[in-house]
Protein backbone atom coordinates (compact mmCIF):
# COMPACT_ATOMS: atom_id res chain seq x y z
CA UNK A 1 0.00 0.00 0.00
CA UNK A 2 1.45 3.69 -0.96
CA UNK A 3 2.35 5.84 1.92
CA UNK A 4 -0.87 8.26 2.11
CA UNK A 5 0.58 10.70 4.14
CA UNK A 6 1.34 14.64 2.95
CA UNK A 7 4.68 15.71 2.94
CA UNK A 8 7.20 18.66 2.13
CA UNK A 9 9.54 15.75 0.89
CA UNK A 10 7.02 12.76 -0.15
CA UNK A 11 9.33 12.98 -3.94
CA UNK A 12 12.63 12.11 -2.03
CA UNK A 13 14.19 9.49 -3.93
CA UNK A 14 12.38 10.15 -6.88
CA UNK A 15 14.42 11.29 -10.43
CA UNK A 16 12.54 13.38 -12.28
CA UNK A 17 13.24 15.24 -15.98
CA UNK A 18 10.88 17.85 -16.79
CA UNK A 19 11.06 20.08 -20.02
CA UNK A 20 10.74 23.92 -20.22
CA UNK A 21 11.70 24.22 -16.69
CA UNK A 22 12.80 27.41 -17.02
CA UNK A 23 10.09 29.95 -16.74
CA UNK A 24 6.36 29.75 -16.28
CA UNK A 25 4.37 26.34 -15.71
CA UNK A 26 7.60 24.32 -16.06
CA UNK A 27 9.58 26.20 -13.67
CA UNK A 28 6.93 26.53 -10.58
CA UNK A 29 7.06 22.37 -11.69
CA UNK A 30 10.59 22.24 -11.65
CA UNK A 31 10.79 24.23 -7.93
CA UNK A 32 7.94 22.41 -6.30
CA UNK A 33 9.16 18.77 -6.88
CA UNK A 34 12.92 19.73 -5.96
CA UNK A 35 11.48 21.08 -3.00
CA UNK A 36 9.76 17.81 -2.38
CA UNK A 37 12.87 16.12 -2.42
CA UNK A 38 12.79 15.17 -6.07
CA UNK A 39 16.72 15.32 -7.82
CA UNK A 40 15.18 17.30 -11.05
CA UNK A 41 16.93 18.42 -14.63
CA UNK A 42 15.18 20.05 -17.01
CA UNK A 43 15.92 21.63 -20.29
CA UNK A 44 15.41 24.47 -22.50
CA UNK A 45 16.83 26.38 -25.37
CA UNK A 46 18.15 29.11 -23.30
CA UNK A 47 19.91 29.18 -19.96
CA UNK A 48 18.46 30.92 -16.64
CA UNK A 49 19.24 32.15 -13.01
CA UNK A 50 16.22 30.75 -11.64
CA UNK A 51 16.71 27.53 -11.36
CA UNK A 52 16.85 25.96 -7.60
CA UNK A 53 21.08 25.20 -7.45
CA UNK A 54 20.19 21.48 -6.92
CA UNK A 55 18.67 21.76 -10.54
CA UNK A 56 20.54 20.56 -13.97
CA UNK A 57 19.72 22.08 -16.42
CA UNK A 58 20.20 20.52 -20.36
CA UNK A 59 20.16 22.97 -23.26
CA UNK A 60 17.97 21.50 -25.96
CA UNK A 61 15.94 22.42 -28.36
CA UNK A 62 13.16 20.01 -28.14
CA UNK A 63 11.69 20.74 -31.85
CA UNK A 64 14.42 18.43 -32.99
CA UNK A 65 15.01 14.73 -32.73
CA UNK A 66 19.07 15.84 -31.81
CA UNK A 67 17.32 17.80 -29.02
CA UNK A 68 15.25 15.23 -27.58
CA UNK A 69 18.26 12.39 -27.60
CA UNK A 70 20.77 14.93 -26.29
CA UNK A 71 18.08 15.72 -23.53
CA UNK A 72 16.96 11.72 -22.79
CA UNK A 73 20.83 10.63 -23.24
CA UNK A 74 22.24 13.65 -20.43
CA UNK A 75 19.49 12.94 -17.88
CA UNK A 76 19.98 9.26 -17.81
CA UNK A 77 23.43 9.91 -17.38
CA UNK A 78 23.10 12.56 -14.60
CA UNK A 79 20.09 10.59 -13.10
CA UNK A 80 20.80 6.76 -13.59
CA UNK A 81 17.45 6.21 -14.49
CA UNK A 82 13.93 7.98 -14.16
CA UNK A 83 10.69 7.93 -12.30
CA UNK A 84 9.16 11.11 -13.40
CA UNK A 85 9.07 12.62 -16.62
CA UNK A 86 6.67 16.09 -17.20
CA UNK A 87 6.35 16.95 -20.71
CA UNK A 88 5.81 21.04 -20.44
CA UNK A 89 8.03 22.36 -23.23
CA UNK A 90 5.60 24.11 -25.44
CA UNK A 91 3.00 26.83 -25.60
CA UNK A 92 3.05 30.10 -27.69
CA UNK A 93 7.65 30.03 -27.19
CA UNK A 94 7.16 26.49 -28.79
CA UNK A 95 5.38 27.17 -32.10
CA UNK A 96 2.63 28.23 -30.69
CA UNK A 97 1.46 31.70 -30.88
CA UNK A 98 -1.73 32.92 -32.13
CA UNK A 99 -2.38 33.67 -35.96
CA UNK A 100 -5.23 35.85 -36.06
CA UNK A 101 -5.97 35.88 -39.88
CA UNK A 102 -7.31 32.13 -39.01
CA UNK A 103 -6.90 29.29 -40.96
CA UNK A 104 -5.44 30.12 -44.38
CA UNK A 105 -3.18 32.16 -42.71
CA UNK A 106 -1.03 29.02 -41.17
CA UNK A 107 1.40 27.91 -43.18
CA UNK A 108 2.76 24.20 -43.29
CA UNK A 109 5.66 25.03 -41.45
CA UNK A 110 3.31 26.54 -38.63
CA UNK A 111 1.69 23.63 -38.43
CA UNK A 112 4.50 21.92 -38.52
CA UNK A 113 6.58 23.53 -35.64
CA UNK A 114 3.40 23.70 -33.09
CA UNK A 115 3.63 19.56 -34.09
CA UNK A 116 7.08 19.18 -33.48
CA UNK A 117 7.63 20.80 -29.71
CA UNK A 118 4.02 20.17 -28.67
CA UNK A 119 3.26 16.70 -29.59
CA UNK A 120 6.47 14.96 -31.39
CA UNK A 121 8.75 16.07 -28.60
CA UNK A 122 7.14 14.53 -26.24
CA UNK A 123 5.86 11.13 -27.72
CA UNK A 124 10.09 11.28 -28.75
CA UNK A 125 11.20 11.87 -25.19
CA UNK A 126 8.58 9.16 -23.80
CA UNK A 127 10.09 6.66 -26.16
CA UNK A 128 13.47 6.96 -25.19
CA UNK A 129 12.77 7.06 -21.27
CA UNK A 130 9.94 4.82 -20.88
CA UNK A 131 11.74 1.69 -21.24
CA UNK A 132 13.58 2.62 -18.30
CA UNK A 133 10.61 2.80 -16.42
CA UNK A 134 9.41 -0.51 -17.38
CA UNK A 135 12.20 -2.24 -16.47
CA UNK A 136 11.96 -0.92 -12.96
CA UNK A 137 8.01 -2.05 -13.29
CA UNK A 138 7.06 1.87 -11.97
CA UNK A 139 7.13 5.10 -13.27
CA UNK A 140 4.57 8.00 -14.51
CA UNK A 141 4.64 10.70 -17.15
CA UNK A 142 2.49 13.61 -17.23
CA UNK A 143 1.99 15.46 -20.90
CA UNK A 144 1.20 19.50 -20.29
CA UNK A 145 -1.40 19.88 -23.30
CA UNK A 146 -4.36 22.43 -23.43
CA UNK A 147 -7.73 23.38 -22.98
CA UNK A 148 -7.74 24.60 -26.05
CA UNK A 149 -7.41 20.62 -26.87
CA UNK A 150 -11.27 20.47 -26.16
CA UNK A 151 -11.95 23.85 -27.41
CA UNK A 152 -10.67 24.94 -30.58
CA UNK A 153 -9.61 28.56 -31.99
CA UNK A 154 -9.46 29.70 -34.75
CA UNK A 155 -6.13 31.43 -34.16
CA UNK A 156 -4.52 28.40 -32.65
CA UNK A 157 -5.63 25.30 -34.54
CA UNK A 158 -2.83 24.19 -35.03
CA UNK A 159 -1.32 24.13 -32.00
CA UNK A 160 -4.89 23.18 -30.37
CA UNK A 161 -4.85 20.24 -32.91
CA UNK A 162 -0.97 19.67 -31.55
CA UNK A 163 -2.57 19.38 -28.03
CA UNK A 164 -5.56 17.21 -29.00
CA UNK A 165 -3.15 14.55 -30.70
CA UNK A 166 -1.22 14.32 -27.45
CA UNK A 167 -3.95 14.17 -25.21
CA UNK A 168 -5.29 11.22 -27.64
CA UNK A 169 -1.88 9.68 -27.75
CA UNK A 170 -1.27 9.72 -24.14
CA UNK A 171 -4.20 7.84 -23.45
CA UNK A 172 -3.45 5.02 -25.74
CA UNK A 173 -0.06 5.46 -24.10
CA UNK A 174 -1.61 4.89 -20.42
CA UNK A 175 -3.00 1.38 -21.69
CA UNK A 176 -0.09 0.07 -22.95
CA UNK A 177 2.10 0.91 -20.12
CA UNK A 178 -0.51 0.31 -17.42
CA UNK A 179 0.65 -3.52 -16.78
CA UNK A 180 4.29 -2.60 -15.81
CA UNK A 181 2.82 0.09 -13.61
CA UNK A 182 4.11 3.03 -15.51
CA UNK A 183 1.43 5.89 -15.13
CA UNK A 184 0.14 8.20 -17.97
CA UNK A 185 -2.06 11.41 -17.14
CA UNK A 186 -2.69 14.79 -19.19
CA UNK A 187 -2.94 18.21 -17.75
CA UNK A 188 -5.34 20.54 -19.83
CA UNK A 189 -4.43 24.07 -17.73
CA UNK A 190 -6.64 27.31 -18.96
CA UNK A 191 -4.88 30.61 -19.29
CA UNK A 192 -2.42 30.24 -17.03
CA UNK A 193 -0.28 33.96 -15.97
CA UNK A 194 2.97 32.92 -17.62
CA UNK A 195 5.75 34.95 -19.66
CA UNK A 196 4.15 33.14 -22.50
CA UNK A 197 0.63 34.45 -21.79
CA UNK A 198 1.70 38.43 -21.47
CA UNK A 199 3.04 37.64 -25.04
CA UNK A 200 -0.15 36.00 -26.56
CA UNK A 201 -1.92 39.09 -24.71
CA UNK A 202 0.55 41.81 -26.35
CA UNK A 203 0.51 39.73 -29.86
CA UNK A 204 -3.63 39.87 -29.95
CA UNK A 205 -3.79 43.77 -28.71
CA UNK A 206 -0.70 45.32 -29.80
CA UNK A 207 -0.58 46.79 -26.47
CA UNK A 208 2.97 47.06 -24.96
CA UNK A 209 3.64 48.62 -21.26
CA UNK A 210 0.97 48.96 -18.56
CA UNK A 211 -1.10 47.97 -21.36
CA UNK A 212 -0.05 45.05 -21.84
CA UNK A 213 -1.30 44.34 -18.01
CA UNK A 214 -4.89 44.89 -18.95
CA UNK A 215 -5.15 43.09 -22.36
CA UNK A 216 -4.00 39.86 -20.28
CA UNK A 217 -7.24 40.96 -17.62
CA UNK A 218 -9.43 40.69 -21.18
CA UNK A 219 -8.27 37.55 -22.32
CA UNK A 220 -9.25 36.00 -18.71
CA UNK A 221 -12.35 37.79 -18.93
CA UNK A 222 -12.85 36.20 -22.39
CA UNK A 223 -11.95 32.58 -20.88
CA UNK A 224 -15.07 33.01 -18.84
CA UNK A 225 -13.96 31.47 -16.06
CA UNK A 226 -16.92 31.23 -13.37
CA UNK A 227 -14.35 30.99 -10.30
CA UNK A 228 -12.92 34.40 -9.62
CA UNK A 229 -8.63 35.04 -10.36
CA UNK A 230 -6.58 33.93 -12.31
CA UNK A 231 -5.18 30.37 -12.45
CA UNK A 232 -1.24 30.70 -11.33
CA UNK A 233 1.88 28.17 -12.64
CA UNK A 234 1.94 27.18 -8.65
CA UNK A 235 -1.96 25.78 -9.11
CA UNK A 236 -0.50 23.46 -12.27
CA UNK A 237 2.28 22.64 -10.04
CA UNK A 238 0.51 21.66 -6.91
CA UNK A 239 -1.86 19.31 -9.62
CA UNK A 240 1.09 17.64 -11.51
CA UNK A 241 2.95 17.06 -8.12
CA UNK A 242 0.03 15.44 -6.42
CA UNK A 243 -0.11 13.15 -10.36
CA UNK A 244 3.23 12.17 -9.70
CA UNK A 245 3.21 10.71 -6.00
CA UNK A 246 2.52 7.49 -4.84
CA UNK A 247 -1.08 8.78 -3.60
CA UNK A 248 -1.94 8.85 -6.85
CA UNK A 249 -1.03 5.13 -7.39
CA UNK A 250 -4.19 4.11 -8.89
CA UNK A 251 -4.76 7.22 -11.60
CA UNK A 252 -3.73 6.76 -15.12
CA UNK A 253 -5.19 7.39 -18.36
CA UNK A 254 -6.92 10.42 -17.34
CA UNK A 255 -6.89 14.40 -18.31
CA UNK A 256 -7.07 16.81 -15.57
CA UNK A 257 -8.63 20.08 -16.58
CA UNK A 258 -7.61 23.14 -14.50
CA UNK A 259 -9.45 26.56 -15.84
CA UNK A 260 -10.94 28.13 -12.68
CA UNK A 261 -14.13 26.08 -14.31
CA UNK A 262 -14.24 27.67 -17.83
CA UNK A 263 -13.99 24.64 -20.23
CA UNK A 264 -18.35 24.45 -21.07
CA UNK A 265 -18.82 20.81 -21.72
CA UNK A 266 -19.32 17.96 -19.10
N1 LIG B 1 0.25 29.77 -20.05
C1 LIG B 1 -0.91 29.31 -20.42
O1 LIG B 1 -1.93 30.03 -20.38
C2 LIG B 1 -1.05 27.86 -20.86
C3 LIG B 1 -2.34 27.37 -21.06
C4 LIG B 1 -2.51 26.05 -21.46
C5 LIG B 1 -1.41 25.24 -21.67
N2 LIG B 1 -0.16 25.73 -21.48
C6 LIG B 1 0.98 24.84 -21.76
O2 LIG B 1 1.85 24.84 -20.65
C7 LIG B 1 3.20 24.64 -21.10
C8 LIG B 1 4.08 25.76 -20.56
O3 LIG B 1 3.56 27.00 -21.00
P1 LIG B 1 4.06 28.38 -20.36
O4 LIG B 1 2.95 29.33 -20.53
O5 LIG B 1 4.66 28.15 -19.03
O6 LIG B 1 5.20 28.77 -21.45
P2 LIG B 1 6.53 29.69 -21.32
O7 LIG B 1 6.40 30.64 -20.20
O8 LIG B 1 6.80 30.23 -22.69
O9 LIG B 1 7.65 28.60 -21.01
C9 LIG B 1 7.90 27.60 -21.98
C10 LIG B 1 9.10 26.77 -21.58
O10 LIG B 1 9.33 25.79 -22.63
C11 LIG B 1 10.63 26.01 -23.21
N3 LIG B 1 10.56 25.73 -24.65
C12 LIG B 1 9.70 26.27 -25.55
N4 LIG B 1 9.96 25.79 -26.78
C13 LIG B 1 11.00 24.93 -26.65
C14 LIG B 1 11.76 24.14 -27.56
N5 LIG B 1 11.51 24.14 -28.88
N6 LIG B 1 12.75 23.37 -27.07
C15 LIG B 1 13.05 23.37 -25.75
N7 LIG B 1 12.38 24.09 -24.84
C16 LIG B 1 11.38 24.87 -25.29
C17 LIG B 1 10.97 27.47 -22.88
O11 LIG B 1 12.36 27.73 -22.84
P3 LIG B 1 13.17 28.32 -24.13
O12 LIG B 1 12.30 29.35 -24.78
O13 LIG B 1 14.46 28.84 -23.58
O14 LIG B 1 13.41 27.14 -25.02
C18 LIG B 1 10.37 27.60 -21.48
O15 LIG B 1 11.22 27.01 -20.52
C19 LIG B 1 3.13 24.58 -22.63
O16 LIG B 1 3.12 23.24 -23.06
C20 LIG B 1 1.82 25.27 -22.94
O17 LIG B 1 1.27 24.80 -24.16
C21 LIG B 1 0.05 27.04 -21.09
Same mark, same amino acid.
Given at each position: ??????????????????????????? @?????? *?????????????????? %?????????????????? &??????????????????????????????????????????????????????? =?????? %???????????????????????? #??????????? =???? @???????? #????????????????? %? @????? *?? &??????????????????????? %????????????? =???? =?????? @??????? &???????????
Amino acid at each position: MSDSTITPTGLRGKRAVVTGGTRGIGL @AIVRRL *AAQGAAVVTSARKETDDL %PDSVRLVTADLSTREGVA &HLADTALGILGGVDIVVNNAGGASGGGMPHLEGYASLSDEAWTEAFMTNCLAAVR =LDRALL %PSMIEQRSGVVIEIASTVARRPAG #ALLHYGAAKAA =LVNY @AKGLATEV #APYDVRVNTVLPGLVRT %P @AMDLV *AR &HITGATGEDGDAAVHMMVQAEGA %PLPGTTEPEDVAD =LVSF =LVSDRA @ARITGTT &HVIDGGALPQV
